[in-house]
């Protein structure tokens, strides 16, 4: 079963945009923040290097640090691009997207402080923010297990739906049947006592000294056993698949410590 028609995907994929918008707003903002604007959904580290790098070129009287903290800000967004790029397949990439962000929400919080003394309450949305994609990598996570057990549980019904038809189409085989005639020789040794003849097991007929039955047997490859009543002698004989008509011989013979029965494919 494709990812797509699992249940549980759509919640995963909604964690996917999420982390995607996440790593689009953090990347504007590398660079919008030189202009005094950033975006909301956006990584706080991100933020937070590039505003160093300002505040040190205004300390240093430079135009220099910036770009070098913008730099380190956009690298700190390659953990965010590679969780959305292997995320797709590997729901491991997905929690190391929650642990990312939750690390970044919390150095908002530590933030907060000293941006709301300075006057600064949009922060509040910040968080609010911050909360809703938390929420979103969070349900990603838990979506991204259940679509595995329910991709395993698809794999198990499509098994068990396969073992069935194998099933079905070994009985309808078994179906097929051709004529096969059984002699018993007639013999003095166990006289008095049947000849019971198995096909797989199954009993399909007993024979009495020096009688002959025909009897129908599989077209496939069967397993061909015959036993004295008494179970003082069996044998067993692998019959090779066809379509035409066999015969067997089955004669008791005496060894030097039991009895056996010989089976002959005429």
């Not at 049947?194 to 000294?209: S, T």
Request: aromatic residues 10%.
């Amino acid at each position: 079963m494709e990812a797509n028609l699992l249940p549980s995907a759509p919640k995963y994929k909604n964690a996917r945009i999420s982390l995607l918008i996440v790593l689009i707003c953090s990347l504007i903002n590398v660079f919008a923040l030189f202009a005094g604007y950033y975006f909301y959904f956006s990584s706080r580290i991100a933020l937070v290097l590039v505003a160093i790098g300002m505040q040190v070129d205004v300390t240093a009287g430079t135009t220099f640090f910036k770009f070098v903290f913008a730099a380190l800000a956009v690298a700190s967004l390659v953990p965010y691009l590679l969780s959305w790029i292997f995320s797709k397949k590997r729901v491991g990439w997905m929690i190391a997207a929650l642990a990312l962000f939750s690390v970044d929400t919390l150095v908002l919080l530590i933030d907060v402080p000293y941006v709301i003394k300075g006057g600064d309450y949009t922060i509040i949305i910040d968080i609010v923010v911050h909360a809703i994609i938390l929420f979103e990598l969070a349900i990603g996570v838990k979506s991204g297990f259940a679509m595995k057990k329910e991709a395993e549980d698809a794999a198990m019904q499509e098994q068990k739906a396969q073992a069935e038809n194998d099933e079905t189409v070994s009985e309808n085989d078994e179906s097929k049947t051709r004529s096969a005639v059984v002699t018993r020789e007639k013999s003095f040794l166990g006289a008095v006592v049947p000849f019971i003849v198995y096909v797989n097991g199954r009993e399909i007929c007993r024979l009495k000294n020096g009688e002959s039955q025909t009897v129908n047997v599989p077209s496939s490859s069967f397993e061909l056993s015959v036993a004295l009543n008494n179970g003082l002698a069996n044998a067993k004989k692998t019959v090779e698949a066809g379509e035409e008509e066999i015969s067997f011989v089955l004669k008791a013979k005496m060894g030097f410590s039991s009895s056996n029965i010989q089976i002959t494919q005429k």
